[in-house]
């Protein structure tokens, strides 16, 4: 039973487009999710996180939109660059699971020049 | 500041062995956490252990194991290997347990299981 999904396995974006990439979750009792960026050969790391009581954070060319209604969330990268390129996870972490972080599959992002 | 080491970076082990990995974290980090990663599957949680105390345990059997020493410095062991058990393993640490964004991954060890 996955909690956490990126039903998107791979998208493709042009350079200088935005990308948009998606996560739905299933348990009410998530309160912080994150995004993490993975390059071939090297760990995950952080790249933006959201409270689930609020509806966007933002960090430079990223944002995340919560929809808590909907139970999902989306990372914008506006304009996309080649370095973007990469797998990209999404993390929920749940208050009834003692705020362990439950992982989506991810989605590999790749920019086209 | 250095980050989270893992040892070894690739291991090639035979169906039926045992393995175990190393993970130092990062200096000041007591909580490290220990992940599954498998094509498809993203990543799946081992377990999370703070100050030498396992906090957290994902849903693998018990050949999989964990400890942590007094100066934080992580050991994962697997026995008797199975080929599924072929993946990257990475070790993650942070400041404290249940940290929001505060996690810090090393690059993982390439376990291949023949």
């Known amino acids: 039973d996955q909690q956490v999904k990126q039903n998107s396995p791979s998208l493709s974006v042009q350079e200088g487009r935005i990308s948009i990439l998606n996560c739905d979750y299933t348990n009410s009792m998530f309160d912080y999710f994150l995004w993490y960026k993975k390059y071939p050969a090297e760990g995950p790391t952080f790249l933006i996180s959201?409270?689930?009581i609020k509806d966007k954070n933002e960090d430079g060319r990223f944002t995340v939109f919560l929809n808590k209604s909907a139970k999902h969330l989306s990372l914008h990268i506006v304009p996309s660059q080649p370095g973007d390129s990469a797998v990209y996870f999404c993390a929920a972490r749940g208050m009834d699971s003692n705020y362990q972080l439950i992982w989506g599959a991810g989605t590999k992002l790749i920019i086209k020049p | 500041k250095a980050g989270v080491t893992q040892t070894p970076r690739y291991l090639i082990k035979t169906r039926g062995q045992q393995v175990t990995l190393s993970c130092s974290p990062i200096?000041?980090?007591?909580?490290v956490s220990w992940y599954q990663q498998t094509p498809g599957q993203g990543l799946q949680f081992l377990f999370e252990?703070?100050?030498?105390?396992?906090?957290n345990k994902g849903n693998f059997p018990g050949r999989f194991s964990g400890r942590q020493f007094s100066n934080s410095r992580s050991e994962m062991n697997v026995s008797t290997l199975e080929l599924g058990d072929s993946a990257l393993y990475l070790c993650?640490?942070?400041?404290?347990?249940?940290?929001?964004?505060?996690?810090?991954f090393g690059s993982g060890t390439r376990l291949t299981v023949v």
């Open positions: 959201i409270s689930s």
């Open positions: 200096s000041g980090h007591r909580s």
């Open positions: 252990y703070f100050s030498e105390t396992q906090r």
């Open positions: 993650a640490s942070s400041i404290s347990t249940g940290a929001n964004y505060g996690y810090t």
